[in-house]
């Protein structure tokens, strides 16, 4: 997208949007625009939100978000669905399904085949279905109470939920049961993949899942151990081939938790941000073996979340305890570098990044 800046210079931008959760001045959806010339974050909309906005993903031209239950009450929390634009958010349908909370979520295709929302609840352990019907989200059809572990008695504590890149298998990321869970899709059911499922290191904290373009690596993310596990997939089978920290421990001996990693447009390159060591931290990947070497890491403001990647050269970063978005340089040179921009926006208590779906 093209704006034009001072002196009538244009500028070419693209868009995202962050959630905030914040107090009932400052709580809701704030839309922004990056310069791709030189990584300035530039405010255009704050819309007001009832409850704290979760998380966001897109399907296609439509942008899904989950809110908190803050009051208690049946009406509130809920999943949204959202026709979207470059910087606007029109809201198409909204199933509450009594109040629950969902803290993150997937569909089964793009706003023209999705006919399925899949939903986790880190409160309760549950994992909800919802029906879309003409492109709306209609009404919750299955939910899926999680197993708590015999062993220790962990309370399962869902986080994370997507396909494998195949989409032979839903999968479910469970910190508080240390588990990754596989599940298969029925018409209206979700079936659990017993001989698949397994079992993570105890009290390593899983937070996510990511798979390469090619299928053959998945990366999980540990929360509380604060490293990536790197697997090979085949088959439904996932193959440990190495454990890596997310920062150099040997520098930093206070408690960190791991928050958030993506891949680069290529993916040579991982960015994981922490909370703790607050932190922004680059990690190169052989694109042949799948594995991780630590390059380097910049220091953010406090406790930094989420994260996106622009042009793969620009990435801005949440900083809920901060109280403030901020925009990183990466460089393709002496093995990748970051640097500060010294961009940055006040948003009270960010803890989600979507960028807008521009091929809609």
């Given amino acids: 997208m093209a704006i034009l800046g001072i002196f009538g210079k244009k500028r070419i931008t693209e868009s995202f949007f962050v959630n905030s959760f914040g107090n009932n001045q400052t709580r809701g959806i704030y839309t922004f625009q990056i310069d791709i010339d ?23 031209r439509f942008v899904c978000i989950t809110y908190k239950n803050k009051t208690g009450t049946n009406v509130d929390g809920g999943i949204c669905s959202y026709a979207a634009t470059a910087d606007i958010l029109a809201l198409v349908s909204r199933v509450s399904d009594h109040g629950k909370t969902y803290i993150h979520a997937c569909t089964n295709g793009d706003h023209e085949t999705a006919d399925k929302l899949f939903a986790v609840n880190y409160y309760n352990g549950e994992i909800i279905v919802i029906k879309i019907e003409k492109k709306k989200l209609v009404v919750p059809i299955f939910s899926y109470k999680l197993k708590e572990s015999s062993v220790d008695y962990a309370k399962s504590n869902p986080v994370f939920i997507d396909f494998t890149p195949d989409k032979r298998r839903l999968v479910v990321i469970d910190l508080g049961t240390d588990k990754v869970w ?15 499922s397994f079992v993570l290191e105890p009290g390593s904290g899983p937070k996510k899942i990511m798979f390469s373009n090619c299928g053959k690596y998945a990366y999980i993310l540990y929360e509380l151990s604060s ?15 190495q454990m890596i920290d997310t920062y150099p421990k040997n520098e930093f001996d206070e408690k960190n938790y791991a928050s958030q990693m993506i891949f680069s447009e290529n993916e ?49 970063v949440t900083c ?7 925009s990183y340089e ?18 009270n208590e960010p803890v989600c990044i979507t960028k807008f779906n521009k091929d809609y």
């Fill in 320 to 326: 809920q305890k901060g109280g403030v978005i901020e």
């Fill in 330 to 347: 990466f460089r393709n040179e002496r093995g990748g570098m970051i640097f500060e921009t010294n961009f940055s926006y006040l948003v």
């Fill in 268 to 316: 040579e390159r991982i960015f994981v941000t922490n909370r703790g060591h607050d932190s922004l931290t680059l990690l190169n990947r052989d694109l042949e073996t799948g594995e991780l070497t630590y390059q380097e890491f910049v220091d953010t403001a406090a406790n930094p979340g989420d994260l996106a990647l622009f042009k793969d050269r620009w990435i801005v």
């Fill in 182 to 196: 596989l599940f298969k899709v029925g018409e209206k059911e979700i079936f659990l993949d017993e001989e698949h």
């Fill in 38 to 60: 030189n990584g300035e974050i530039l405010f255009r909309k704050y819309f007001n939100t009832p409850s704290d906005p979760i998380y966001s993903f897109n399907y296609g």
């Fill in 227 to 241: 490293t990536i596990g790197v697997y090979k997939y085949h088959d439904l089978k996932f193959d440990l081939i």
